[in-house]
């Protein structure tokens, strides 16, 4: 069994994913309204990404014998002042799910909830790669300014992003 405040906040906590899912899945409409189909896929894929995360902890809140409790998921803002400002944004909405993860591993430290601990390792390494690859694309869209040309080689780039489901090796919440 788990107990109720790691359950609680492992249940708040699929609630965030299935934000970020949707917050990236509202600057992809964003990118789309501007026909950066690139930027667009790349966030998309950002998307699917953060629905797996969802369902990583829910499966596992499932195995411990927990029950998920689905809330009501906010609603995201739907424009952006430019691409650069939605990806900082994002850069700024994935600091904050770091700093979740790390309290989340805190309170099952505290809990002595040691295979919670396990599970959230998953996520403190997923959350390296996740800082690290949308400042990426906030540096290179700080280069190229206001140059349409080098924007329009960053969508080209973005666009080759493709959505691979987790697999057993990488943890699937199994
Ligand atoms: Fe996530
Ligand atoms: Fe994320």
Redesign the pocket.
């Known amino acids: 069994m788990i107990e109720k405040s790691v359950e609680e906040a492992l249940n708040r906590q699929i609630n965030r994913e299935f934000y970020?899912a949707y917050l990236y899945l509202a600057m992809s409409a964003y990118f789309e309204s501007l026909n950066l189909k690139g930027f667009a896929n790349w966030m998309r894929v950002q998307a699917q990404e953060?629905l797996t995360?969802a369902m990583k902890i829910y499966d596992y809140v499932n195995e411990r014998g927990g029950r998920v409790r689905l809330d009501a998921i906010e609603a995201p803002p739907v424009e952006w002042s430019s691409p650069l400002e939605a990806f900082e944004a994002a850069y700024e909405h994935?600091k904050k799910?770091t700093a979740m993860i790390n309290d989340l591993v805190d309170l099952a430290t505290a809990e002595k909830d040691h295979a919670t601990v396990n599970m959230l390792q998953w996520f403190v390494a997923e959350q390296v790669e996740?800082e690290s690859s949308v400042s990426d694309v906030v540096q290179k869209l700080k280069l190229a300014g206001d140059s349409p040309g080098a924007l329009f080689m960053i969508d080209r780039e973005l666009a080759t992003r493709t959505f691979a489901p987790p697999t057993a090796a990488q943890g699937d919440g199994k």
Do not use: G, I, L, T
């Open positions: 970020s953060e995360h994935e799910v996740e």
